[in-house]
């Protein structure tokens, strides 16, 4: 039923649209051939395919999601969440963020290399900014798989801060490419 679901409207979408939409299309038609013709791991690999050509036409880095966290994440999805957003002067704030969308390098020996240069700007819930720092951080993985998996495990520590609520935002620069993504997380210091 899900097929035909998928093929009737991929089918739909092609009629609606001029002769050589492009590489969507095209690449659609194709994991729906590969479908029909019962060859899944072919249309899996199509499909990977697929979201390679929007995953680098994407112009900045995406975040899935950013969620302040009780420890570092064991891995991609696999953290618990902070109950709240109050910390104390000095204590560690942890964050984890998905990043999408970003450049992969070459690590040689068939490697992949993923990398984020870290900015931090700490500012009031009106936007004045207090403070920023650049380069406060290096993210870096290196795998056999051009993975798009990636889990930023970020801490930060604020010492010498009033009590108060501040927003941290947080700049991911791609170490692969030109891509830049940004994320704001608030908190609230007490005593």
């Known amino acids: 039923m899900f097929a035909k679901t998928v093929a009737a409207v991929v089918l739909g979408t092609a009629l609606a649209m ?27 690999d ?10 680098d036409s994407s112009k900045d880095i995406g975040i899935h999601q950013t969620v302040l966290v009780t420890q570092p994440a064991a891995g991609y999805g696999i953290y618990n969440p902070r109950p709240d957003e109050k910390f104390k002067g000095g204590e560690p704030i942890l964050i984890y963020a998905e990043p999408f969308g970003f450049g992969y390098g070459s690590g040689g020996d068939g490697l ?6 870290v900015d931090l700007k700490v500012m009031t819930e009106a936007g004045e900014v207090l403070g920023e720092l650049p380069s406060v951080a290096n993210l870096d993985l290196t795998s056999r798989y051009q993975n798009r998996e990636f889990q930023a495990n970020l801490t930060y520590t604020l010492s010498g801060i009033a009590p108060g609520r501040y927003v941290l935002e947080t700049t991911l620069r791609d170490k692969n ?5 940004t994320f704001q997380n608030t908190i609230e210091i007490v005593e």
Do not use: Q
């Open 177 to 181: 490419s030109e891509k830049v993504g």
């Open 46 to 55: 199509a499909a990977n395919a697929l979201l390679a050509t929007v995953w």
């Open 112 to 117: 992949y290399t993923i990398g984020f240069i």
């Open 18 to 44: 001029p002769a050589g939409a492009g590489p969507v299309l095209d690449k659609a038609t194709e994991i729906e051939a590969l479908m029909a013709a019962d060859n899944a791991s072919g249309a899996i």
